[in-house]
């Protein structure tokens, strides 16, 4: 599986962006994805994940209500769209294929995409 995320950039508090990303080479039963953040000096945090059958998405608290995730299943793409950003959104935003065990847990994932880093001015 190969992941590349795009979309990233700097945008003033209050602001939106909306990352992609794309996925080559799943297999049929490995198509769930998420979206984690690492911001400097912290460690890789959950944000969103979406499961590709049911379309079903779950959040980190500290974005309900204001990322979205989503995805086109004929480009094998998943989207989140983030509103309302806050300077402490500022990180480098990864997308990931899930494996197996907790959505929220970093060591669930088998395949990273390269990270786009998303910057929130105040």
């Known amino acids: 599986v190969q992941l590349q995320a795009f979309g990233g950039g700097l945008v003033q508090a209050g602001g939106s962006l909306r990352l992609s990303c794309a996925a080559s080479?799943?297999?049929?039963?490995?198509?769930?994805m998420a979206w984690f953040r690492q911001a400097p000096g912290k460690e890789r945090e959950f944000v969103a994940a979406i499961r590709w059958s049911s379309s079903t998405t779950d959040y980190a608290d500290a974005v309900k209500g204001r990322f979205t995730a989503s995805k086109d299943n004929a480009k094998n793409t998943v989207y989140l769209q983030m509103n309302n950003l806050k300077p402490e959104d500022t990180a480098v935003y990864y997308c990931?294929?899930?494996?197996?065990?907790?959505?929220?847990?970093?060591?669930?994932?088998?395949?990273w995409g390269k990270g786009t880093l998303v910057t929130v001015s105040s």
């Open positions: 990931a294929n899930y494996y197996s065990g907790s959505y929220y847990d970093t060591k669930s994932y088998a395949y």
């Open positions: 080479g799943f297999t049929s039963n490995s198509k769930n």
